[in-house]
């Protein structure tokens, strides 16, 4: 969501708690989708700083499903997002939608509550996410979820350090 705040802006010194509600439900990235399972209310601390400086910051939880690095089933993870920063107002007057500092506020007024959030989801989501300490993965042959079955593949050589070794004999031989 995004909230008013051009009050705040036309007032030095001037300090707001605002409550406000994210309003995504996925974020997608090079890495992937990751659906948003729940997420709180965030209560934000504003200030105007004076000299056309914004001070934004709150935190709040989301559950963010992440897939699992070795089975890919999703597993929820819980991230806690902090947000702390200080807007140029000078800079997002200028830079509207460039993607730089500043472009979460626009130029009329309004704090884009997602996409500072969104950065923040980002930043916190964990690289190597298993649903399970040890989980099994999927059979390499068949594909089969090896925490719910077996199968009778043969994956010796399929093993993913064997794998590597393979890579780099396959390289010798192409040099
Ligand atoms: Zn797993
Ligand atoms: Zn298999």
Redesign the pocket.
């Known amino acids: 969501m995004k909230i008013d705040i051009t009050g705040l802006l036309s007032t030095e010194n001037l300090i707001e708690d605002r409550r406000a509600e994210m309003g995504l439900s996925l974020v997608s990235s090079r890495m992937g989708e990751f659906p948003i399972k729940k997420k709180l209310p965030f209560t934000l601390h504003l200030e105007n700083q004076g000299n056309r400086r914004l001070l934004v910051s709150g935190e709040t939880d989301v559950t963010v499903a992440i897939p699992c690095g070795r089975c890919l089933e999703e597993v929820p993870v819980e991230l806690h997002l902090t947000v702390e920063r200080v807007i140029s107002l000078e800079d997002a007057e200028s830079n509207e939608d460039s993607g730089e500092d500043g472009a979460e506020l626009a130029a009329d007024g309004f704090l884009d509550i997602d996409r500072m959030l969104y950065d923040e989801v980002m930043l916190a989501i964990p690289m190597n996410v298993l649903c399970r300490e040890g989980c099994k993965g999927i059979?390499r042959?068949?594909?089969?979820n090896l925490n719910h079955t077996s199968?009778s593949?043969d994956?010796t050589v399929l093993d993913p350090r064997m794998a590597s070794i393979q890579d780099i004999f396959k390289q010798c031989k192409e040099v």
Do not use: K
């Not at 042959?141 to 089969?144: D, I, K, L, N």
């Open positions: 059979c042959v068949c594909g089969v199968c593949c994956r």
